[in-house]
């Protein structure tokens, strides 16, 4: 167990629909990223908060959006829903703000667009 | 254009034998890279951070090695276990983005090791 975790588990929408998975990072972590992983695509990386403010940011879509609360956890939102969004989501946490250490994932929210 | 590359073909070897993963790159020059190990349906953990500055890195059973001139980093399972079957990324720090380094994931290679 990392400590991260993530809900839903699993979701399953519809196209054009939005949707929003959290993500609370281990106690202490200041530092939270986003990554989508489709079979085609592997692991890409999709945004990094640090204590709040956005700090890195990877080729996520204007559909993508995503923030972290002042007591740390994330959210992203994704909206106008493709059948390609369809990925695993992974959060991960790491108390650097930059992105060398270690990062620690949390289990995924499968998303499922229909 | 900056790559990652992993062997994409699954890489079968007999249990007690040392599996040997390959991490190739081209136009970066990363300051370390990292290893991570992959479950299906599960998230990747963290297994070890290697820095241009040291040839070599071991943890118990694993060892990495980080050849800059080669452009090319070696990971090594020995005596390998069936439970070691497992998806392995290699990471890399790419273009940089609002003061941090965009973490870069190779496809990664899957490792099965048979009893």
């Known amino acids: 167990d990392s400590g991260v975790t993530q809900t839903p588990k699993h979701l399953i929408t519809a196209t054009g629909q939005r949707v929003t998975l959290r993500c609370s990072p281990r106690?202490?972590?200041?530092?939270v990223y986003w990554y989508q992983q489709s079979l085609d695509q592997g692991l890409q990386f999709l945004i990094q908060?640090?204590?709040?403010?956005?700090?890195a940011k990877g080729n996520i879509l204007e559909r993508f959006s995503a923030q972290q609360f002042p007591d740390l956890h994330s959210e992203l939102n994704l909206s106008s829903l493709e059948l390609g969004d369809s990925a695993l989501y992974f959060c991960a946490s790491s108390s650097q703000p930059g992105t060398v250490g270690e990062q620690y994932f949390g289990p995924g929210t499968r998303l499922t667009v229909t | 254009s900056q790559k990652i590359e992993q062997n994409s073909e699954a890489l079968n070897i007999q249990e007690g034998k040392t599996a040997t993963l390959t991490c190739n790159y081209t136009?970066?020059?990363?300051?370390?890279l990292q290893w991570y190990r992959q479950d299906p349906g599960r998230g990747p953990v963290f297994l070890l951070l290697?820095?241009?500055?040291?040839k070599e890195k071991r943890k118990e059973r694993l060892k990495v090695t980080f050849d800059t001139t080669l452009k090319q980093s070696l990971f090594h399972i020995t005596a390998s276990q069936p439970a070691d079957s497992a998806t392995y990324l290699c990471?890399?720090?790419?273009?940089?983005?609002?003061?941090?380094?965009?973490?870069?994931f190779g496809r990664g290679t899957s490792l099965i090791v048979h009893p």
């Open positions: 908060y640090y204590n709040g403010e956005e700090r």
């Open positions: 106690s202490g972590d200041l530092s």
């Open positions: 290697i820095r241009e500055n040291e």
């Open positions: 136009n970066y020059s990363p300051a370390y």
């Open positions: 990471a890399l720090p790419g273009a940089l983005s609002g003061g941090s380094y965009i973490p870069t």
